[in-house]
């Protein structure tokens, strides 16, 4: 028998062990993938945050050039860059000025203070002081530490108001997307004691410093997302399996205490709110909102467009400023802003 015959058993048994080796291989990797959101989360996150950096180079050619005084990195909380805020405010600013604090958006995965660095200049050169805060995002974290880290952020800001040139008795919340649900969750709890005991936080600002809330295209109604169709509701359904903790996350408390959209009360503070027509959120999310609150009795400023309108506006729409609907949604949110002292 030649040397070449007699390998060739061997090679056959190679053969099978390399087949077995990669079937147990994309067995484990399938478990992984149903086990665990951290794969699904990665995947997710990486397109967001080419996006994010996109949309970033399309809101610097729109940069103010009012000079600021920037105060970066400042540390409210002990987990790092996770737990930093960055602040601006006009540079000839002498005393404190109405403050608007942006939670940035990501889907609870995703995110941080750097996106929307451009809007918060653009926002501090029109005369406020404005924070942006970062938060640890999940699978890293899981509710509620986005929001306790939140809360922990606005004690920060009131004992360093005087530093900051933040007004104290003047805040205001403001997001994008699932920073405008944390910026709803913490409004919330802030103007119904009833609401902040069930999901057990004691919020660092009263009613009375709590002056307005600003909220681009965001989720008040969670219960809506077990629903929503098509790549977008299987990624909203990723994120929110990654940041309550559980697959089976719409039958934890997290996921009714989440959706605000029962919770609010009259006493919730002056509202601004949009969300773009190519948006899915818009009429299932931000337009049933905002008639809740105007029900309630709320001062809501609704900024929507219609079907038909020139421009199709997708989510966060408000950050693509080569849009004139997005500059035009900023000028409104601008004179909002400066309404509140009146």
């Not at 970033?56 to 000079?67: G, K, L, S």
């Not at 509620?144 to 007004?167: F, G, K």
């Not at 990723?238 to 006493?267: E, F, H, N, R």
Request: charged share 20%; proline share 6%.
């Amino acid at each position: 028998m030649s040397r070449a015959r007699q390998h060739r058993p061997w090679i056959r048994r190679r053969s099978s062990i390399v087949g077995l080796s990669a079937l147990a291989l994309g067995v484990i990797a399938a478990l992984v993938w149903t086990l665990s959101p951290w794969p699904a989360t990665l995947l997710i996150r990486s397109l967001f945050e080419s996006e994010a950096a996109k949309t970033v180079e399309e809101m610097q050619r729109h940069a103010t050039d009012v000079p600021l005084t920037e105060t970066m990195n400042q540390q409210y909380g002990d987990a790092g860059e996770n737990t930093s805020l960055d602040v601006f405010s006009p540079a000839d600013a002498t005393g404190p000025l109405t403050t608007v604090v942006w939670i940035h958006g990501g889907a609870w995965i995703s995110g941080s203070k750097e996106n929307i660095t451009p809007y918060a200049r653009n926002l501090a050169a029109e005369g406020f002081t404005v924070v942006a805060v970062n938060y640890t995002v999940a699978p890293e974290a899981v509710y509620p530490s986005a929001l306790d880290e939140l809360n922990a952020a606005l004690a920060y800001l009131v004992d360093n108001a005087e530093r900051l040139q933040i007004d104290p008795d003047n805040i205001v919340f403001a997001g994008d997307s699932a920073g405008s649900q944390l910026s709803a969750q913490l409004a919330t709890a802030i103007t119904n004691p009833d609401y902040a005991t069930t999901i057990g936080l004691t919020p660092s600002l009263t009613a009375d410093q709590l002056a307005a809330v600003v909220l681009n295209c965001g989720i008040y109604d969670v219960s809506e997302i077990p629903n929503a169709p098509g790549i977008g509701g299987w990624g909203f359904r990723i994120a929110l399996w990654a940041y309550i903790g559980d697959k089976d996350w719409s039958a934890q408390p997290g996921d009714a205490q989440m959706s605000v959209i029962d919770d609010v009360t009259a006493d919730f503070p002056r509202t601004w709110i949009s969300g773009g027509n190519a948006d899915p959120l818009t009429d299932s999310q931000s337009k049933v909102f905002a008639e809740r609150l105007d029900k309630l009795g709320v001062d809501t400023t609704t900024v929507f467009y219609p079907e038909d309108n020139a421009a199709q506006l997708p989510h966060e729409y408000q950050f693509h400023l080569d849009f004139e609907d997005a500059r035009s949604a900023f000028d409104s949110t601008v004179a909002f802003l400066h309404s509140i002292d009146d």
